[in-house]
């Protein structure tokens, strides 16, 4: 209902549960992410939600990142319903903390803030060096640089996009990158598998 294209998280679970058998769970990371409040999805849907899906992936990561949803114009045209969630943030994200540990996880808030740290979330960033060197199991030489993107918010090493407005099919609810479900179709139709650019050729 929220996200009409995507595969059912079972099955995604399960691709996920398969690439970490091959890489390690050092290597894996699992995003529950946007979190926002409708008539159905309520704070105590998420929490049971979130330990279903803990206990799942158990073994198989060390790391969960989670985000809340932000409202901008796109998404408020796209999903009215949502709500932002401001005062229940803390009773989720303490919630949250509680089960990903009993799980053998770490929460990682994605340019949150601080202010679940005192629940034992943590805040330093979600891909941060840190994150590669167990990932990899090598220490890296990395330079220095600018902390500017989401307003200084992101402490992530890597923090590029890749892609382009309105060319994803799965067309979820709280998606900003997509305006108009016509014109993702359109694009979708350009997009050329032996060619190096998401949509069409150079031409």
Known sequence: DIEPNVPDKE????????????????????????????KKHSV????????????ILAGYTKTCVISFI???????????EAKSVREDRAVIGKAFVKIASKYGMVLKPCAEGEDLA????????????HTFE????????????????????????L????GAYDTCG???????ANVNPVLV???MRKHNPDSPFLIGGYR
């Open 11 to 38: 099955t995604v679970m399960e691709g996920f549960k398969e690439l970490s058998d091959v890489v390690g769970a050092d290597s894996m990371g699992w995003r529950y992410d946007p979190i926002f409040i409708d």
């Open 44 to 55: 105590e849907w998420h929490i049971s939600e979130f330990e279903k899906m803990a206990e």
């Open 70 to 80: 932000d409202i901008y114009k796109k998404v408020e045209r796209n999903f009215p």
């Open 118 to 129: 005192k629940y034992g979330a943590d805040c330093s960033g979600c891909m941060t060096v």
């Open 134 to 157: 167990t990932a990899l199991n090598s220490r890296l030489e990395v330079p220095k640089r600018k902390k500017n993107q989401r307003n200084g918010e992101c402490a992530c090493l």
């Open 159 to 162: 923090g590029t996009d890749i």
């Open 170 to 176: 799965h067309l979820c609810k709280y998606c900003y």
């Open 185 to 187: 179709k359109e694009n």
